[in-house]
């Protein structure tokens, strides 16, 4: 997908999700790439892979399963692999930390929101955009991957599992789980044997 494809994703609100298309980083093209994908499998007017759980689809649009070639690729996680994952991978952060014009595909930085005790955790959503009325990216239990509110998702989990309003949590992950971080952009390594 060329970085002025993203436009053509049935669903996604490009106009919104991507400011300018030049500001994308790499990293921010590869994440479009696996929300056009996920869009495509589990949209919400259609969602054929109703057993992909919200962990999954969080944490592949993030890039956390860059072993697998596609997004049926690897086996379902669940809430306490994701628990797990969390704690491992990801640091907690406050919504003052933030940053006020946070985009995934311009920004190193990616944070999920966790609804439920990170311990075990009910939903993860990542954040795209907070310029936008609808920031997080996530799959719904009944009604597939797309973009929501804070209170869109407040309402859909509230009262589910003991989860009072706005019973969430940011996380933040960490840059050093990149296999590529320390490797610098711009120069090229010849391995010899």
């Not at 007017?45 to 070639?69: K, M, N, R, W």
Request: charged share 25%.
């Amino acid at each position: 997908m060329y970085k002025g494809d993203i436009n053509r994703i049935p669903g996604f609100p490009a106009q919104d999700f991507m400011l300018n298309g030049s500001d994308m980083s790499d990293e921010g093209l590869l994440i479009c790439e696996r929300i056009k994908e996920i869009m495509m499998m589990c949209d919400r007017e259609d969602p054929v892979f109703e057993q992909i759980s919200s962990f999954s689809i969080a944490l592949y649009t993030l890039g956390y399963f860059d072993d697998c070639p596609d997004l049926m690729s690897f086996e379902d996680v669940d809430a306490q692999e994701a628990a797990a994952i969390l704690e491992e991978h990801f640091t907690p952060a406050g919504p003052e930390d933030l940053p006020w014009d946070y985009h995934i595909t311009q920004s190193d930085e990616k944070y999920l929101l966790v609804i439920g005790d990170p311990l075990f955790p009910i939903h993860f959503a990542v954040l795209t955009d907070l310029r936008s009325e609808r920031p997080y990216f996530s799959k719904l239990p009944l009604f597939g991957s797309g973009f929501d509110s804070l209170a869109e998702l407040m309402d859909e989990f509230s009262g589910y599992d003991g989860v009072k309003r706005y019973d969430v949590q940011y996380f933040k992950k960490n840059q050093a789980n990149s296999k590529f971080s320390d490797i610098r952009k711009g120069q090229i390594y010849i391995v010899k044997d």
